[in-house]
């Protein structure tokens, strides 16, 4: 197809890179604020010849493009996804590999040398130093000639000619305004002529149209006006009004901004390098360089690069960042193992999968593709401005029409037209938008939850299902000492062995038993992790041996083990049958028994797991008071999720679900309803991507927050809750701020009717809807 749009896309088939299949590529689109951008650009791509599909997201300010690269390149798609100030970029070199997840927390990206909200910025103060430097000798000297004319003979008529009226100064300085008010109209209200453009583009009516129409029939009004030599002229509004909308959509972009710098700076689970191993040793190599069947070296503490079996002996790897299950895995010679996970305990030489890639890329794959593809709800006010704006058009063309009826010249009918436009527009919609999603954000994320996309309240409002993940969401997800039944002298023992031991549940007996040196100095590091610096704790270690499924070691003239049953079974140390029945009932609850001994003899059990978050019982509660249903997914087995099953709030519990089976569950609840995913890991990245709204936890991963919708900066549970009541507040803010918006239109129309408009009232009934409109957005309503 060729292309049609002259603004870049005419460059399509004219950069040809290599020939090959189709690829796939990921543009940041700077510019992209509502669903008419989206479709605005998509079919920009799509008219670039070699273009298969394209999908926009303004959510994510992402363009996902399939093309055959034989006929266009990634850069001339660059180049036509950059017309009228949108300004495209390629993520990651716009590869078929998995794009680096530069996510909704690095909104600081610079393309073309200017950081986007800081451009906006610049128009909002340019807009604001004009309009003062201009209103300043027009209130002084227009606004007195025309209540004079109007409370004097009653002469001036926006409907007919009055030429001349006011003379002298006021006349004099109108060439100025004029020239000025149209530097801030194209300046300032740059972004609103240039969305109201692709409204009319793509035939999609939206508040950016209606704000437009309202400050540029103002403007040409008021300079026929002047050529008339009338005063009757309304340059103030035009400067107030695009001046005013921009400010909102401006304090809009730095309430998103702010609630961006709230997220903290999470670990992305991804690994660019890799040891490749082989006779001679081993050497570093990028990932993208490995091949299928070459082998590697992963040490112990650290991340798996790609997917692969492995080759000899055995370790233990913590694969919860994919699987979602939450105890370590024991993996030997010719195990599967996965890209993400981490290897705790050993090291591990694998043989690289044919597919020669990570788990994890996989993971970010696919939330880009279901966050590229997935286009942005209109908005409320887009909604109302298209069922608006054809009444008010075709009501400025009927008074236009009845004017020459009645026998007035051209030039009045074409005042009368334009008139029509400005006094029964009701733009203050395109102000109120802006300002209701903006105090919305910034109530969020002083409750410590940060908004995404600005209609996840109204898309929130009508969530039938709630489905949350439990290891890292409904549980801490970190290893805590549970239960212990065992002597306190051996408890002592043990936690100076597992200093030695690189394991979740090592860390936990450390914390909970170490004992405190003789100085009163706690023997652990601020970082949770066990202290192997202190001297006096390292010295009472004689020996130790690291084993698969455990420690073993002399502490002082102690022999001491600590593991699982196999490993007492293994070593041929006895273990009575109390101790084997406590460790079993552990097991069977989803947790970890640690069984502990000294000289040949097991003597106790230490049960070690992830416990409930403080709150989550009232959570839960409260959701289901609001009549939806909660589901519960989960890599563990059903025994770890027996205490959620008995939960009277929650109607259904899906145990031993994979990622892939967490985003299958979510397409099926969908035939159900709304479905809200919240999770906090990476394995919940695809679901909470896939699911209708994603909520994640402040302690998730950042590929989870870059794949939900919010995100809760702490970890704290109840603030699930208050999105719900922040949604339920934010729907009576927009409610009662769309009502206000209407009240320069309930004053202007009936005084326009019966002749009686004048540019001061007209101001008045401005400043008096746009004050009205602020003060509401910044009431705190989520207590009424």
């Known amino acids: 197809m060729a292309p049609t749009d002259s603004s870049g896309a005419d460059e399509c088939d004219a950069d040809t890179r290599r020939s090959g299949t189709e690829e796939r590529a990921f543009f940041q ?60 970029a390629i993520r990651d070199g716009g590869s078929d590999r998995a794009p680096s997840v530069v996510g909704r927390s690095r909104r600081q990206d610079q393309i073309g040398g200017r950081d986007i909200d800081e451009l906006l910025g610049f128009r909002y103060a340019v807009g604001v130093i004009f309009g003062t430097f201009m209103l300043l000798p027009y209130a002084a000297l227009l606004y007195p000639a025309q209540l004079s004319s109007f409370f004097g003979d009653g002469t001036l008529d926006i409907f007919a000619g009055a030429s001349g009226i006011g003379g002298g100064d006021g006349l004099l300085i109108l060439p100025l305004f004029l020239v000025l008010t149209g530097v ?14 692709v409204s009319l583009k793509m035939r999609q009516p939206n508040t950016d149209l209606l704000v437009a129409l309202s400050v540029v029939s103002a403007y040409v009004y008021s300079t026929i006006a002047f050529l008339l030599g009338r005063i009757d002229v309304y340059y103030d509004l035009t400067i107030v009004i695009a001046a005013s909308v921009v400010a909102a959509i401006f304090y809009e972009s730095l309430s998103k901004q702010r609630a961006m ?79 993400g996970a981490v290897v705790t305990n050993g090291a591990a030489v694998l043989t690289v999968s044919d597919s020669a890639s990570s788990s994890i890329d996989r993971l970010i794959t696919s939330v880009w593709n279901l966050q590229s593809g997935n286009h942005g709800v209109q908005r409320q006010a887009d909604r109302l401005a298209s069922f608006a704006i054809p009444f008010v058009v075709g009501g400025s063309v009927l008074a236009g029409g009845w004017s020459l009826v009645r026998g007035s010249g051209i030039l009045i009918a074409v005042l009368t037209t334009l008139s029509v436009l400005f006094v029964g527009g009701p733009w203050a919609l395109g102000l109120a938008t802006p300002l209701s999603v903006a105090t919305s954000i910034e109530e969020a994320v002083n409750r410590g939850i940060v908004v995404f996309d600005e209609t996840v309240f109204e898309r929130l409002r009508n969530v039938d299902v709630v489905v949350f993940d439990k290891t890292g969401t409904i549980t801490t997800g970190r290893m805590e000492v549970l239960e212990v039944d065992a002597p306190a002298d051996l408890l002592e023992v043990v936690a100076d062995l597992e200093r030695r031991a690189s394991h979740p549940a090592a860390d936990a007996i450390v914390t909970a038993f170490a004992q405190q040196d003789r100085d009163g100095e706690l023997s652990k590091s601020d970082g949770g992790v066990a202290d192997q610096r202190v001297p006096e704790k390292a010295e009472r270690v004689i020996e130790f041996t690291s084993h698969a499924s ?60 992830d416990e409930p978050r403080a709150g989550w019982d009232d959570t839960l509660t409260q959701l289901s008071d609001r009549d939806i249903e909660i589901v519960v997914l989960t890599g563990d087995d059903e025994a770890a999720t027996e205490f959620l099953g008995e939960h009277p709030a929650v109607d259904h519990v899906f145990a031993g679900v994979p990622p892939a089976g967490k985003t299958a569950t979510i397409r099926r609840l969908q035939s159900r309803g709304q479905v809200t995913m919240v999770g906090d890991g990476t394995n919940d990245a695809p679901a909470l991507a896939t699911a209708d709204l994603g909520i994640s936890l402040g302690g998730g991963t950042a590929l989870a927050s870059d794949a939900a919708d919010i995100s809760i900066v702490d970890d704290d549970l109840s603030a699930v809750g208050t999105t719900f009541d922040l949604a339920d507040a934010a729907r009576r803010r927009v409610r009662q701020n769309n009502a206000v918006a209407v009240l320069y239109n309930v004053v202007t129309i009936p005084l326009a009717v019966v002749g009686l408009l004048n540019p001061v009232f007209a101001m008045g009934a401005v400043v008096t809807s746009g004050g009205l409109l602020a003060a509401n957005s910044f009431r705190d309503l989520i207590g009424e």
């Open 261 to 339: 710098d709230r997220l903290t700076d999470l670990t992305i689970s991804r690994v660019t390098d890799a040891r490749r191993y082989d006779a001679d040793g081993t050497t570093t190599v990028d990932v993208s360089d490995l091949e299928p069947g070459d082998k590697i070296l992963v040490r112990e503490g650290e991340r798996i690069p790609v997917d692969g079996m492995l080759a000899e002996d055995e370790c233990t790897v913590d694969e919860a960042v994919v699987t979602g299950e939450s105890l370590p895995v024991l993996k030997q010679a010719g195990d599967d193992v996965v890209g």
């Open 29 to 88: 689109v700077d510019g992209m604020h509502c669903a008419t951008c989206e479709a605005f650009l998509e079919s920009n791509a799509e008219d670039c010849a070699g273009v298969t599909d394209a999908a926009a997201s303004y959510v994510t300010e992402t363009v996902r493009v399939e093309y055959d690269p034989s006929t266009v390149s990634a850069n001339a798609l660059c180049d036509a996804l950059s017309p009228l100030g949108y300004t495209a």
């Open 184 to 197: 801030v109209l194209v300046f300032t209200g740059l972004p609103l002529l240039q969305g109201a453009y």
């Open 550 to 609: 455990g420690v073993e070691g002399v502490v002082e003239d102690t022999r001491v083990l600590v593991g699982n049953h196999d490993l007492f079974a293994e070593l041929e140390w006895s273990v009575s049958d109390a101790i084997e029945t406590r460790a079993t009932e552990a097991r069977d609850a989803g947790q970890l028994p640690v069984i502990v001994g000294r000289d040949g003899r097991a003597e106790g059990v230490i049960v070690v797991g």
